[in-house]
């Protein structure tokens, strides 16, 4: 019996340290689907907006009563889509995180609140279709956490960030080749 027990103890403390060795090796990838998803979430709603004609979503800052609607419409499908492939490719990620936070906090407070947390709302299933209400603030806060967590990161593998970063690898390859 006590034979039994110490086999299945040391298998599971196995387990736990493969674990630890899996986590340690994934760990520098970890923002990379992060990073894509938010890149691809800002690149999506600024090129729709693009698309559907600044103008059309001039008329809407104008509705809800943003000032110099025509401006702002401009101003902030150049931040969706700038920010965007910034994130994608993990470049000035520290940079494009200001205005892309200030743009997700005036979304929450002038179009979501009113609607509540949840960005999911059932109204109906209508012809095996179902029908979704007005959005809640909870995507703009997850988008907000998740550039927060890219700030805090920092630049990873696979970002550009990494490569023209003076801590980087490549930095501290070039720094030690030339003084050779």
Partial sequence: MNLLINASMSTLVANIWAWRNVRATCAPYAAVPLRLIVGYGFLAHGIAK?????????????????PAPQVMAWLTIATEILSGIAFLIGAFV????????????????????????????????SNGMAQFGPPGYECDLLYIA?????????????????????????????????AR
Avoid: M, Q
Avoid at 50 to 66: K, N
């Fill in 50 to 66: 693009w698309h559907s004609g600044p103008e059309a979503f001039a008329a809407i800052l104008h509705a809800i009563g943003v």
């Fill in 146 to 178: 998740s550039i927060v967590v890219l700030l805090l990161i920092g630049p990873t593998l696979w970002s550009v960030d990494n490569y023209r970063s003076p801590g980087s690898c490549f930095a501290r390859r070039a720094n030690t080749s030339s």
């Fill in 94 to 125: 520290s940079l494009v995180s200001i205005p892309s936070i200030i743009l997700l906090a005036v979304a929450v407070f002038t179009v979501h609140l009113p609607y509540g947390f949840s960005s999911i709302k059932l109204l109906a299933v």
